[in-house]
């Protein structure tokens, strides 16, 4: 119980900082169908050009391993690194599929240091970078 209160007192904290120091923060839902069995080490997030539809790379995410806390719950701890090299360090709740436990939901913070617009990501380990995903979000 304490390494979740801990947990969510840290992430309390990262957001009230994000806040306080002028970055945009938000919310980044990702479902990933097949976080372990691929062996996903991140996602690279890209800001799509409103004129061209070309990709700029927007941001890194770097994911620890998945661990269990208090009451069976599982969360995963990440790094996100901006394009301008800074990063910050959060934990998402690991939420598996009911149905498919292979698919796992994660709540990931982005601070944003690029203009608001379409935003998409690609996951990426050892064998290389998957094409962006299909779907964007606004930011």
């Not at 939901?105 to 970078?129: C, F, H, Q, W």
């Amino acid at each position: 119980m304490f390494l979740v209160s801990r947990t969510l007192v840290v992430l309390g904290l990262l957001l009230s900082t994000l806040l306080l120091s002028g970055c945009d923060a938000y919310v980044l839902r990702v479902v990933l169908t097949d976080l372990e069995e691929s062996a996903i080490d991140g996602l690279e997030v890209y800001r799509i050009d409103d004129t061209t539809g070309s990709l700029t790379a927007a941001g890194v995410y770097r994911f620890s391993e998945i661990t269990t806390v208090g009451g069976g719950r599982e969360v995963m701890s990440y790094e996100l690194t901006s394009v301008s090299g800074e990063t910050i360090q959060a934990a998402s709740w690991v939420e598996r599929d009911a149905q498919d436990p292979s698919v796992v939901t994660l709540m990931l913070i982005y601070s944003i240091e690029m203009p608001p617009g379409r935003y998409k990501v690609a996951a990426y380990n050892d064998a290389g970078t998957s094409p962006p995903s299909l779907e964007e979000t606004f930011f």
